[in-house]
């Protein structure tokens, strides 16, 4: 299936965005690497603010709300560059920190895209909804593809554990894990389903789509595959419960192997399981229930009236202390899934009965009610309803049983004592064995399981295990119970570590990069040494349980008296903080230091059992019944006994059982784990980490700190760690110079792309881009240290932005000429208009020009339509001449077609002559091979006539020969039989001479003669019998003859058909010379015709050429009658506009005409008073003469006038003059004579004005 088919996937977009929306959300994201960083948030995780002020060891920074604050640097966290939006695979972001680890989650959550890759992590985040990506059309998808060519997915981690156990021969494991609610079961199944899919040969079960499931029911009911995925709601009844996180919490871990042969085929399957808690099958805790089948069980009518159970589960103690239903799980519908498992499972009708019946017996035991005897240490039964009912259930006499739990009998050395029990004590003692029954019968449920998919393990060649199993818990109280589950996940994750560490290694080797290992796992060791190695906490634990008298207290004091200030991992406990319960002690582990409480850990550890009770049970009716089987490892002290009876023989029996018994929990538990590991270490591990987003349960709902809490529990955050140790980032050589080439463009263009991005990396050197610490150069990779691929990017933007300043520096230069440009036209085009109207106003009234002006318009226009006239005329000619030249053409291709069509027919005679002639040169040759056939046959019947003549030829004379010697030898016979009979005769005459002779003789000479006749006798008959003889070979004679005739007429016919044959042969060779002559007739034809087409093809050719010369130069007409109408057409354009601007300057010509002819009468009237006021202005002239003659008469007198006033003044100056000096001598001499005396002249002055008249 192609990638377009994908997307139409309605599952498609939640795995992969399409890269437009990609590159669209990138382009629009509202911060930036440089300008924003992330500032921790209590609520949010990490919130994005904008850097205000950027100091060295601090920045300042506006939050999105706008207040400022100021962060440490080390508080702060930088943000990805946008290109690592979103991304599938955390480890390649090049800032490795929480904040962009949570982001991207969160980003990628937003969009429902649950699954991403940190490294060798596939990390899940809960949906909380039903998303369409676990389909049958998704699964194929994922089918034999690589993990790198489709977007994250579980089906992907599957995919690649399946391809990697066919190629490598290798076991697998899928490591799921994740607290409470996550989603690992979901994910378990989800992956057995895909195995089950492609074990099973490519169809799918169930699991994916809806509809397939039920498919594959009717197909398949008891398939091995189905069975694999039916066996998870058969043990999920038993061992999942609700819980405040998890509706379905399953309270056990379990291993799940899937077995296949050698070519991957499903063969088998098998089931470990790890940790129940057992506590939920007495008490539960607010807003829990206990295991769902209780619940299931009680909506079957049926079964409660077998089991005389009431309809009201809270009459039941034991599993009705909380909630007793579920949100949306219907425990009815529950039941029919139950019920349906075991079907196909293959439990029979007695094993489920057994199963319900021991589940009612525990809540019938919750129900026993116990009371102190009056002044004893001694408790009895209070009520017998209850114990009988389940004694019944139970197949054991009651009394025994209420004897059992209340006084126990214990073995104290070889006697038999019993021990008084107080109530508090026999309900503890019911409660364990309750508790111990439950757990028993899951073990039993699991061993049952497993036996149905044992398939045929015999062709097991590899397997897949699936481990679910809870993962890292702090809880306000954290028991014996989260200290096992803790200690699993660090060996887990010391696992991971070392894996990562290993694959790193190998990497690292495989690219030749020099690195100095380090081995991760190591860091865990030392907490790990801490729980498990001898004076650790598990192995003093389990010695405190064998130390009489020790208490929790006494275990805590020796566990700090040990550790404390001398172990790094052991601490002290912190005083509880809100909800937190009081601590005896802390560890340190990988994920946080966890405060334990050790209340309860040496009972937890010994979790001691009533031994009379088991014994009682054991003891109980029928030993096929699930309560006496679930007990057959485990060994009471009555066994012990009765053991020890039977004799030493059995004493390894005796001893195993005795060990198994005094088995502690860690003991157990231990051993489970470190089978697990070691199994483990055998297989080549994928892991998942599942989320849980929130704990309301709500899809699409991110609950920062609870995520975060996660990411460090369970390992992704310590993952990268380790990455930004080494050299997280990697990218092949041909991405990086296709990425960076920009950076070192004449470097990137060497050939050989590795030396060209060595020679990058070294021209980055230099420029101090980088430094040699940030990267090395492998065999096909660079690897880059954390964050430095931020710094190229940035590089990069900066270069790119560099680009793009050009280019738009010139876009926009361009644009600024452009608009230069048509401004400076319009500036022209003013002036000439200006210029224009101005030189229109001077000569608007010149009568040519008016003359003009009227015929203007008609010369231009008569101009413009002789041109256009042309134009068209032209037009029309090339129009014609193009219409001839599309006749000719049509014309010419006809005729090509023609030509084509006949050379094409010719070409059709001539192959349909060939093949005549062909099948007639295949005739003739069949002919001749029947010819020589015939000859041969007919040579053959010759050869065969001759043998046959020779033969008869040879059988007559023989024949001949044979009659000719029997009758020699019969007619010797004769001669000889009839000399005899003549002898005989001549005897007899002699004999009857002698009998004449003598009468004795004759009786013995008649003898002799009957003797002799008789011999006779025998001779005629020899004879006779030589006479059938002949006649026999007569006929012989006879029939050979006529064979002979046969033959000889056969001869004739075949001489006939010789003949025939002959004649045809002569005939075909006669057809066949003609033929021949057909031939090289045709031949001629052909060799004719083939000239004929080579001159057509060459004509075809040459009109092809000239058809193509004539179609180019029609398409330079075209082309050209394009232009000339182009031309017209802006032409014509041109004239419309000329003719409109003709129009217009008409208008305002006759605009100003008008205004000519009103300014006309205007002119008339204005000379009209002009002639008036002429008159006017001629008398006036008139006047003026008049006047200015007296004026001027005037004047002159005034002027004589003048000249006698100007003599007169000149005298009188000269006068004055001469005044002036005597008035001054007098005043020299006044001011000699009397300096001091007062003026006498003081008032002589005159004054005279400019005409010299006195004033
Ligand atoms: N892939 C998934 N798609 C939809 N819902 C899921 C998915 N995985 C988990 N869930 C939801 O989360 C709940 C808890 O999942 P479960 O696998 O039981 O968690 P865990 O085993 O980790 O405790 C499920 O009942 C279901 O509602
Ligand atoms: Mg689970």
């Given at each position: 299936m192609a990638q377009s088919e994908w997307m139409q996937d309605p599952g498609w977009k939640f795995l992969r965005q399409s890269d437009e929306e990609k590159l669209q959300e990138q382009a629009t994201r509202k911060f930036d690497n440089k300008t924003h960083t992330w500032i921790p948030d209590p609520e949010e995780g990490f919130l994005i603010a904008a850097i205000a002020v950027d100091e060295t060891d601090s920045l300042s920074v506006t939050l999105p709300n706008g207040t400022q604050k100021k962060y440490t640097r080390d508080q702060c966290q930088e943000i990805n560059p946008a290109?690592?939006?979103?991304?599938?695979?955390?480890?390649?972001?090049?800032?490795?920190n929480e904040a962009s680890v949570l982001h991207n989650l969160r980003q990628r959550y937003r969009n429902m895209m649950i699954y991403t890759y940190s490294g060798l992590f596939c990390v899940f985040v809960n949906p909380y909804k039903m998303l369409p990506i676990y389909t049958d059309s998704v699964a194929k998808m994922y089918v034999n593809r690589r993990r790198s060519e489709m977007p994250p997915h579980l089906f992907a981690v599957a995919d690649e554990a399946f391809r990697n156990m066919i190629s490598e021969h290798e076991n697998q494991s899928m490591l799921i894990t994740g607290?409470?609610?996550?989603?690992k079961t979901e994910n378990t199944k989800k992956v057995i389903s895909y195995f089950a899919m492609i074990g099973a040969g490519g169809q799918a079960v169930g699991g994916g789509g809806q509809a397939s499931e039920i498919d594959t029911k009717k197909k398949s009911e008891n398939s091995l595959e189905n069975q694999i995925v039916q066996a998870n709601p058969a043990i999920e009844a038993f061992g999942n419960g609700a819980t405040v996180r998890n509706y379905?919490?399953?309270?056990f871990g379990k291993f799940i192997r899937i077995h296949f042969d050698k070519r991957g085929k499903l063969v088998g399957g098998d089931i470990e399981h790890y940790l129940?808690?057992?506590s939920r099958v007495i008490k539960q805790a607010p807003g829990e229930r206990s295991y769902h089948i209780f619940y299931q069980m009680m909506t079957q009518k049926k079964l409660r009236d077998r089991f005389s159970l009431?309809?009201?589960?809270?009459?039941?103690n034991f599993v009705s202390q909380a909630e007793i239903t579920v949100p949306c799980m219907d425990d009815k519908e529950e039941f029919k899934a139950t019920n349906t498992a075991f079907d196909v499972m293959g439990f029979s009708d007695f094993e489920k009965d057994e199963l319900y019946k021991t589940c009612a017996a525990i809540m019938f035991m919750g129900n026993m009610k116990f009371k102190q005897k009056p002044r004893d240490e001694q408790a009895e039964i209070d009520g017998m309803d209850a114990p009988e009912k389940a004694a019944r259930l139970l197949g054991v006499n009651v009394d025994l049983f209420i004897h059992a739990l209340c006084a126990p009998k214990i073995k104290v050395g070889n006697e038999w004592v019993t021990k008084a029990q107080n109530v508090q004590q026999v309900d503890w003692g019911v409660g364990a064995l309750s508790k111990a029954i439950y757990a028993r019968v899951f073990t039993w449920l699991i061993n049952r399981c497993n036996e149905t998919l044992?398939?045929?393990?015999?062709?097991?060649a590899h397997y897949i295990g699936v481990l679910d199993i809870a993962g890292f818990e702090i809880f306000n109280r954290n028991s014996f119970e989260q200290l096992w589950i803790n200690f699993v996940n660090e060996k887990l994750q010391q696992f991971f570590n070392h894996h990562m560490f290993v694959l790193e290694q190998e990497e690292y080797r495989r690219e030749g990069i020099e690195w100095t290992f380090?081995?991760?796992?190591?860091?865990l060791q030392a907490c790990i040494e801490l729980i498990e190695?001898?004076?650790?906490i598990i192995s003093m634990l389990d010695e405190e349980c064998i130390v009489?008298?020790?208490t929790d207290m006494t275990y805590v004091d020796k566990l700090t008296n040990q550790?404390?200030?001398?172990?790094?991992?052991?601490v002290k406990a912190k005083p509880p903080k809100g909800k937190e319960a009081h601590a005896h002690f802390a560890i340190v582990h990988y994920a946080g230091t966890v405060r334990y409480n050790a209340e309860q850990w040496l009972d937890k550890n010994k979790d001691p059992l009533n031994d009379s009770a088991v014994a009682c049970l054991k003891a109980?009716?029928?030993?096929?019944a699930l309560v006496c089987k679930i007990w057959s490892d485990y060994m009471t002290d009555v066994d012990r006994e009765a053991a020890a009876a039977r004799g030493k023989t059995e004493t390894g029996g005796k001893k195993k059982g005795k060990s198994a018994s005094f088995m502690t929990v860690s003991t157990m538990y231990r051993e489970s784990l470190n089978s697990l590991m070691t199994m483990l270490h055998t297989t080549h591990p994928h892991f998942i980490r599942c989320i849980i987003?929130?704990?309301?349960?709500?899809?699409?709902?991110?609950?920062a700190p609870l995520v975060l809490n996660q990411l460090t529990c369970n390992g992704v955050l310590e993952g990268i760690r380790i990455c930004r140790k080494g050299f997280p980032n990697r990218m092949c050589y041909d991405e990086f110079r296709y990425r960076y080439?920009?950076?070192?463009a004449d470097e990137a263009n060497d050939k050989d792309t590795k030396v060209a991005s060595i020679k990058m990396l070294d021209k980055m050197l230099k420029t101090q881009?980088?430094?040699?610490?940030h990267f090395r150069s492998g065999a096909t990779k660079v690897f880059f240290r954390a964050g430095v691929l931020a710094r190229l990017e940035e590089a990069r933007d900066e270069a790119i932005a560099k680009f793009i300043l050009y280019f738009q520096a010139a876009i926009r230069a361009r644009l600024a000429l452009d608009d230069y440009a048509s401004k400076i036209q319009q500036i022209d085009a003013a002036g000439i208009i200006q210029e224009n109207v101005r030189s229109w106003v001077v000569v608007r009234k010149w009568p040519w020009f008016r003359l003009y002006a009227k015929l203007k318009p008609l010369l231009k226009g008569m101009k413009s339509n002789a041109e256009i006239e042309a134009l068209e005329k032209r037009c029309k000619e090339i129009e014609a001449a193009h219409k001839i030249e599309e006749e000719t053409r049509k014309r010419l291709e006809d005729e090509l077609r023609a030509k084509k069509e006949e050379c094409a027919d010719t070409q059709a005679a001539l192959d349909r002559e060939r093949a005549a002639i062909e099948r007639r040169n295949k005739e003739i040759e069949e002919l001749n091979a029947s010819l020589r056939k015939e000859q041969e046959k007919l040579e053959e019947a010759d050869k065969k006539q001759k043998d046959l003549e020779k033969q008869r030829e040879r059988e007559r004379k023989e024949a001949e020969e044979k009659e000719r010697k029997l009758g020699a030898e019969l007619e010797q016979e004769k001669n000889r039989a009839q000399a005899e009979a003549e002898v005989y005769k001549e005897k007899l005459k002699t004999a009857e001479e002698a009998a004449q002779k003598g009468e004795r003789t004759r009786k013995a000479q008649e003898k002799e003669l009957t003797d002799m006749a008789n011999q006779l006798e025998a001779a005629r008959q020899k004879n006779d019998r030589q006479e059938n003889e002949r006649n026999k070979l007569a006929e012989q004679l006879e029939k050979a003859e006529n064979e002979a005739i046969v033959e000889r007429k056969q001869r004739d016919e075949m001489q006939k058909a010789n003949k025939k044959l002959e004649a045809q042969l002569r005939a075909m060779k006669e057809q066949m010379e003609l033929m021949q002559k057909d031939r090289s007739n045709s031949d001629v034809d052909l060799k004719r015709r083939d000239e004929e087409i080579s001159i057509l093809k060459s004509k075809a050719l040459s009109d092809a050429n000239l058809i193509a010369k004539l179609q180019s130069t029609l398409r330079a007409l075209i082309a050209r009658i394009e232009e000339l109408e182009e031309d017209l057409d802006a032409q014509s354009r041109a004239r419309n506009r000329i003719e409109k601007h003709r129009n217009e300057l008409q208008a305002q010509l006759d605009s100003i005409n008008e205004q000519c002819t009103e300014a006309k009468g205007q002119l008339t009237a204005q000379v009209h008073l002009n002639n008036t006021r002429a008159t006017e202005m001629a008398e006036l002239h008139r006047e003026i003469e008049r006047k200015s003659l007296t004026h001027e008469a005037y004047v002159a007198d005034l002027c004589s006038m003048q000249y006698l006033t100007i003599s007169q003044l000149r005298n009188l100056s000269q006068q004055a003059a001469t005044i002036e000096n005597e008035a001054s001598q007098l005043l020299d001499i006044r001011r000699a004579q009397t300096l001091g005396g007062a003026l006498?002249?003081?008032?002589t002055v005159t004054i005279y004005d400019e005409n010299g008249s006195h004033l």
């Open positions: 290109k690592f939006e979103k991304t599938e695979d955390m480890s390649n972001l090049t800032m490795l607290e409470s609610g996550a989603g379905n919490s399953s309270r129940l808690e057992k009431t309809d009201n589960i809270r009459d039941y044992t398939g045929h393990l015999e062709d097991a380090i081995d991760f796992g190591l860091d190695k001898p004076l650790g009489p008298k020790a550790h404390l200030g001398k172990h790094p991992n052991f109980g009716g029928n030993p096929e987003p929130n704990e309301k349960k709500t899809s699409g709902l991110i609950e080439a920009i950076l070192a881009l980088l430094i040699a610490d006498t002249r003081d008032n």
